[in-house]
């Protein structure tokens, strides 16, 4: 199984980046898909998860971290095997690693020990 996450880079306050999170070596659908960050000296922290699509109204519903609620979407194209992180109205104190994660037929957790595999994370940077 590998994670790709691209799409990071160096944006002034009040932009926007979309941060991509190809997979390859498992079948998305059945992995709930998950965005991390890490900024220097803190722990990781989650971001957004997107659910598994277990054949319910379920499928593909998302949570968020409060602080980056309305400003962050998550979303996946199965097909693609592609995930998605779109980040608007960014903040100074949203500059971090941004990794993606996956959970087999997961449950959305935010905590990132129930996360299989990881990407190996793109650098995100806000300027003020």
């Known amino acids: 199984v590998q994670l790709q996450a691209s799409g990071g880079g160096l944006v002034q306050a009040g932009g926007s980046l979309r941060l991509s999170c190809a997979a390859s070596?498992?079948?998305?659908?059945?992995?709930?898909m998950g965005w991390f960050r890490q900024a220097p000296g803190k722990e990781r922290e989650f971001v957004a998860a997107s659910r598994w699509d277990d054949g319910t109204t379920n499928a593909g519903t998302a949570n968020y971290a409060d602080s980056v609620k309305g400003r962050f979407t998550i979303s996946r194209d199965n097909p693609k095997n592609t995930v998605y992180l779109q980040m608007n109205s960014l903040k100074p104190e949203d500059t971090a690693v941004y990794y993606c994660?996956?959970?087999?037929?997961?449950?959305?957790?935010?905590?990132?020990?129930?996360?299989?595999?990881w990407g190996q994370g793109t650098q995100v940077t806000v300027s003020s």
């Open positions: 070596g498992l079948t998305l659908s059945r992995h709930t």
């Open positions: 994660a996956s959970d087999y037929r997961g449950e959305r957790s935010t905590l990132s020990s129930e996360y299989d595999y």
